[in-house]
């Protein structure tokens, strides 16, 4: 129901007037509350709605290109009011897309995939959110329908450019009703999904291909992450598909199918990490994407040792070559590889120098920080590691103590330049200095490795010292919890004081609050009795009352909500003392004052003259 009709503030709106004659679609969409009598629900409406005719209609705006020369109702306003009332919290709607005679309904929408790329990208928005709104709300009956087409993957894999399409497949891949989940999976299998995407890595596709594809495995992959027997994985980890995935990503050198096939076998590697190191695997029994890799070491090596003609500027720095994402992404791949964590695969690339390699790459470019991070965690994973071998390879065989004392060494003579910087490693460098440092007492290997480094001692004791000495300061001197300053305490004691002389306040005679509450009852009692001498018999009346209430507080601490005098505590004015904090605990003596009385002690006081008692 509409906020009008829900109120009681019902008037006939157009679309009722209409639908009570002869009218057309296209009548109902020029109306302007065609969306809100839709989503209200309106009956009438809702039963033409849904009638097969309407709804295929509705349809061809959203999927059907408009002839040239239409208007901008049926290029912008029929398609968009199309698919919102298609998509709306209607679900008689949605159900009558999946009555047994209405079955031409989802050839309609899931047609749309029929036509030829490039699709219409506003059309395509709308198709794609229609069909989703009803996978939501129907998956079983949807995914019914669909292992019912042959050809729906296909016509999928042919729109993979279309961000919109995308979208829509990704949500039918991730469907993880577990009732379903098993033919799903033999469904897309059958279908060759996985080898039609792999086959979209040809260097000769468009970039939206490529990352929309690549996009589609991971998901895959991290949906199938808890399944060690996915169907969909089995394929895509076949000697067969990966090979073909190889020759596209090492064929074009740093290109676009290198940059995104390599996120994929990222995320299959990451499959295949053990908790701890797995020091009695050999080679030949490493899962196929481990192996393939490992055969490959040399060409991503050479890819990674490939000179860049590229230049950027930075500022303060100047020109300088930069790294790059394709090299990065490379680098990115040899770190999992050590995080597999594989004594075999730890032998491996320390005899193809791949560890030197990278350590080469982290000194080389003094500014990538996406570099740095990725090595640090590297360095950082074998030095907390279960492999003692490759801890101490690192320290020698790629002399990582050498370059870090030879870096800050660097570092120190750029600084001393005029407007020198300090590099950007530098801060990495710290880190891993000092979880080399703490290393040592529980690994004599690497103890005495350190000991006998002279370079490395006269780095520790000198630029890193100084570096953890500025780096354990406190900020501003000294630390939140820690202060304590006599001088400042004091100080502040003596103003409170202060503060407290200027308005005759006392912090220190606890009596003086009891007596300020008997003065001002003193007071009232005087004025009660000046007032009682001229007043009439009304107030005569209301002093008895305010007695009577009096005596009956004093019996009991509870207060009747029913009495008509204001019970409050005594106020303090600017000339009575503070409250002690001992004194808080007891509740002061109620003072019980008729409404004028009150109003008095809401008046502004002046404080620079001796407080008066309020008069009535």
Same mark, same amino acid.
């Given at each position: 129901m509409?906020?009008w009709?829900?109120f009681?503030?019902?008037?006939v709106?157009?679309i009722?007037?209409?639908l009570?004659?002869?009218f057309t679609?296209e ?8 969306l ?6 309106n009956k ?5 709605l849904?009638?097969?005719?309407? +709804?295929?209609? +509705? ?13 901008n109702k049926r290029?912008?306003?029929?398609p968009l ?7 709306s919290e209607v679900f ?7 009555q ?5 309904l989802l $050839?309609?929408?899931? /047609? ?17 959110r229609v069909?989703?709104?009803?996978f ?10 669909l ?6 993957i296909?016509q999928?894999i ?9 979208d829509l ?20 299998c059958?279908s060759?999904?996985i080898?039609s995407l ?7 596709l468009? !970039?939206?291909?490529?990352?929309n ?11 199938? #992450?808890n399944?060690?027997n996915?169907?969909?994985? #089995? ?7 990966l ?5 596209y ?6 290109n ?5 096939g ?6 299959l590697? @990451?499959?295949?990490? @053990?908790?701890?190191n797995?020091d009695l695997?050999q080679l ?12 490959n ?13 590229a230049?950027?500027?930075?500022p303060g !720095?100047g ?13 990115d ?6 995080h ?9 690339l320390v ?8 350590? $080469? ?11 740095h ?11 907390? /590691?279960?492999?003692?071998d ?9 002399n990582?103590?050498g ?6 060494? /660097?570092n ?8 020198g ?11 891993i200095?000092?979880s080399?440092?703490n ?6 290997a690497v103890?005495?490795?350190?000991a ?6 006269k780095? !520790? ?6 570096v953890?000495?500025?780096?354990? @300061?406190?900020l ?6 820690e202060?304590?300053?006599e ?18 306040f ?9 007596d300020?509450? $008997?003065?001002?009852?003193d007071d ?12 009439d018999d009304d107030s005569?009346?209301?002093a008895?009352?305010?007695?009577q209430v ?11 909500p029913d ?7 005594p106020? @303090?004015?600017?000339s ?6 001992e ?8 003072? !019980?004052?008729d409404f ?11 404080t ?5 008692p309020?008069?009535q």
């Amino acid at each position: 129901m509409s906020f009008w009709k829900t109120f009681g503030f019902h008037t006939v709106s157009q679309i009722d007037t209409l639908l009570e004659g002869e009218f057309t679609l296209e009548q109902l969409l020029d109306e302007e509350e065609i969306l809100q009598e839709t989503k209200s629900q309106n009956k009438k409406l809702i039963g033409f709605l849904t009638i097969q005719d309407t +709804l295929r209609k +509705l349809l061809f705006y959203i999927t059907k290109e408009p002839v040239d020369g239409s208007d901008n109702k049926r290029r912008l306003k029929y398609p968009l009011l199309s698919c919102e009332i298609l998509s709306s919290e209607v679900f008689a709607i949605f159900d009558a897309f999946y009555q047994p005679d209405n079955r031409v309904l989802l $050839d309609d929408l899931y /047609g749309f995939l029929e036509q030829d790329a490039p699709l219409n990208p506003l059309l395509a928005s709308y198709t794609s959110r229609v069909a989703a709104v009803l996978f939501q709300k129907k998956p079983a009956e949807t995914m019914l329908y669909l292992k019912e087409k042959d050809h729906i993957i296909p016509q999928f894999i042919k729109h993979l450019g279309n961000a919109s399409i995308m979208d829509l497949l990704l949500k039918i891949i991730g469907h993880d009703d577990a009732a379903e989940n098993a033919t799903t999976l033999e469904w897309l299998c059958k279908s060759q999904f996985i080898s039609s995407l792999v086959h979209k890595f040809e260097p000769s596709l468009p !970039v939206e291909v490529l990352e929309n594809a690549s996009q589609a495995l991971v998901d895959i992959i991290s949906v199938s #992450a808890n399944s060690t027997n996915s169907p969909l994985i #089995a394929q895509l980890e076949s000697e067969e598909l990966l090979q073909v995935l190889f020759n596209y990503m090492l064929s074009s050198g740093l290109n676009q199918p290198l940059l995104h096939g390599v996120t994929v076998l990222i995320e299959l590697l @990451r499959r295949h990490r @053990r908790e701890r190191n797995d020091d009695l695997a050999q080679l030949e029994e490493l899962a196929t994407p481990l192996k393939l890799t490992l055969a490959n070491l040399d060409k991503f090596l050479a890819l990674l040792n490939q000179p860049s003609d590229a230049t950027v500027t930075l500022p303060g !720095v100047g020109t300088i070559p930069p790294l790059g994402f394709h090299k990065l992404k490379i680098v990115d791949l040899f770190s999992m590889l050590v995080h597999s964590n594989f004594k075999c695969i730890d032998d491996e690339l320390v005899k193809k120098n791949v560890i030197s390699t990278l350590l $080469d790459l982290f000194f080389s470019y003094h500014w990538n920080n996406f570099l740095h991070s990725t090595v640090e965690h590297m360095i950082q994973f074998i030095l907390q /590691g279960q492999n003692e071998d490759l801890k101490v390879k690192l320290l020698t065989d790629c002399n990582l103590l050498g370059r870090i004392s030879a870096a800050s060494r /660097g570092n120190d003579e750029d600084c001393s330049k005029p407007k020198g910087l300090r590099r950007g490693y530098m801060g990495f460098l710290t880190l891993i200095s000092q979880s080399i440092i703490n290393l040592g007492p529980s690994n004599p290997a690497v103890e005495q490795i350190l000991a006998n480094d002279e370079q490395w001692q006269k780095y !520790v004791k000198g630029a890193l010292a100084a570096v953890r000495e500025k780096e354990s @300061r406190t900020l501003g001197g000294y630390a939140p919890n820690e202060f304590h300053d006599e001088d400042l305490d004091d100080d502040f004691e003596q103003g409170a004081q202060d503060f407290m002389n200027k308005r005759n306040f006392s912090l220190d005679d606890d009596d003086d609050d009891a007596d300020e509450v $008997d003065h001002l009852e003193d007071d009232d009692d005087d004025d009660d009795d000046d007032d009682n001498e001229d007043s009439d018999d009304d107030s005569d009346e209301g002093a008895e009352l305010a007695a009577q209430v009096q005596e009956k507080m004093q019996a009991s601490p509870t207060t009747d909500p029913d009495d008509d005098e204001l019970e409050i505590p005594p106020m @303090r004015t600017a000339s009575s003392p503070a409250a002690p904090v001992e004194a808080a605990a007891q509740p002061p003596t109620p003072v !019980v004052l008729d409404f004028a009385q009150f109003d008095a002690f809401l008046e502004p006081m002046d404080t620079s003259k001796p407080e008066q008692p309020p008069t009535q």
